[in-house]
């Protein structure tokens, strides 16, 4: 286990030193009070409280953000060590390739839990000072931290395969965009547009729900959406929501980052030093 | 019982054979050199003993289990080539991790560290370190612990003078306490006087395995012999023993091994005409360009 430590903390020390903790804290920070600024119009007209409608943004936003700055961290963990050239000697050190990959993980997850949480706070805090009533929104709220932090670790995880896989940081990097692009922007347009050619067949009420669920990204937000009515009404796959149950969507975002760090477990073990 | 045993250790990449049946032994307390060309195998041979690339045929055994073994990585050190590191970190913070990753103290970071002569940059970070710094940090975490075996390719690359002549001095200590050495190099004078023995790989095959006197013995190369002249009997001294004149007052000799006694009597008996001799026996390059040109395959 102090092993495993060891490795976070270089890793969180080197990460510290690139300003990379410094990065994904500010545009986690940003991104939110942009939003929150932005999502104040409609807090009237909806009736929900303000911190509620506050998720609702902050879902939306995190489906895109959140993966990106976790493919972002973890795309040159492998990838830069063989690189740098400084893998040969870590693997001669009394430790396994997986517990290696958990080092990383967690100061990875660390990072990640603290540009989550100052970004949500800061948007929760404006909440909460311009609507009294918006302590209302706060289990969402603390849902929606917990989950963003599971989809996090998901790509994490899957930052690393990928990292693995491609052995060159240039590689990686593009593989791990080519991977966002694919799984958080174009796999919702080619699930929109087989369902419209589908018109309501076996494909939408049998398949569809399933490819949903599948994608970590989708489950996320299905999850959030489907566990707070208020939000629900702002979002729009509402009748997606409804129509998967939410345990469904969490076991989803539950198994992903198992998943992820199996896959990346199985690509490390095939890097040859 | 051998901290390290070869036996007829086969790798091929491809077409290539990189080690073709290599089989030699390493003692605790004993220091091995492993010379040959770029391309020998080498770094393929350290890999494998490391475990970290597998081997096709023949067995390793280190420390007497299998290489990569856990337990064995907990009592194997290693150095490898052109040896790298993350360039954010300090050589302090650098040395930490490894001492916890070998569940030693990190209080012993500092001693380690001014033990290669790096106590003055230890705050720095290894981005701003020069090529020997940055192999010093790697000679220091190569004494983290007590290990048993220590596999160092290329160590004194970048070293200054005074820094490999430490640093042998280092490892004649680590010997002494029954540490297991094999170290591969290009700088053949330093090898010939620290090592107990000498292993010579050319294209993948074990061509030498011996102490450096018994190579001598074994190749039988010409012994060389100066003698340097009065003045203006330099001729009559050539003539005389036989040799080549060169530069004035110097007569080369070459003959094999066997005369060596023979040669100097007779050298002895033209003391009156000869200033001073110089007897230069077969050096370790002279070896070891015989002992490679030897494969043919």
Redesign the interface.
Known sequence: M??I???S??EF??AF??RWVAIAIAMMAVFSLVLTGAGSAPTGTLGADRLSVTVASLTSLAVYLVPLVALLMSFDAIAGEVE???L?????????RFEILLGKFIAHLLILSLAVAIGYGLAAGAAIWADPRASAGFPAMLRLFWTSLLLGAAFVAIGYAISSLARRPGAAAGLAIALWLVMIVLYDLGLLAAVVADDGGRFTTRIFPWLLVGNPADAFRLYNLAASEATAAAAGIGAAAHAIPAAHALASILLWPLLGLGLAALAFRKV?? | MASLTLSQLTKTFGATHALRDVSFTVAPGERVALLGHNGAGKSTLM?IV????AHDGGDVQVLGAAPGD??V??Q?A?L?E?????P??TGL??L???L????QPVRDAMGLLERVGLGHAAKR?IGTYSKGMRQRV?LA?ALIGTPRLLVLDEPTSGLDPVSRRDFYATLDGLAADGASILLSSHALTEVEARTDRIVILSQGMMVANASLAQLRQQAALPIQMQVCARKGVADRVASSLGGVRFNGSTINLSFPPDQKLARLSQVTALADLVKDVDVIPPSLEDLYSHFSKQVRI
Not at chain 1, 88 to 96: A, E, F, H, S, W
Not at chain 2, 100 to 103: I, K, P, S, V
């Open positions: 102090n092993a430590l060891a490795i903390a270089a020390r080197i030193r690139n740098r050239g400084t040969p000697l870590m693997l001669t050190y009394p430790l396994g040859t030093p | 890999k490391l475990g970290l690339i856990r337990a990585r907990r194997v290693y490898p052109n040896v790298a590191f993350h954010a970190l913070e650098q930490c991790t490894y916890r990753l070998r569940g970070r790697g975490q």
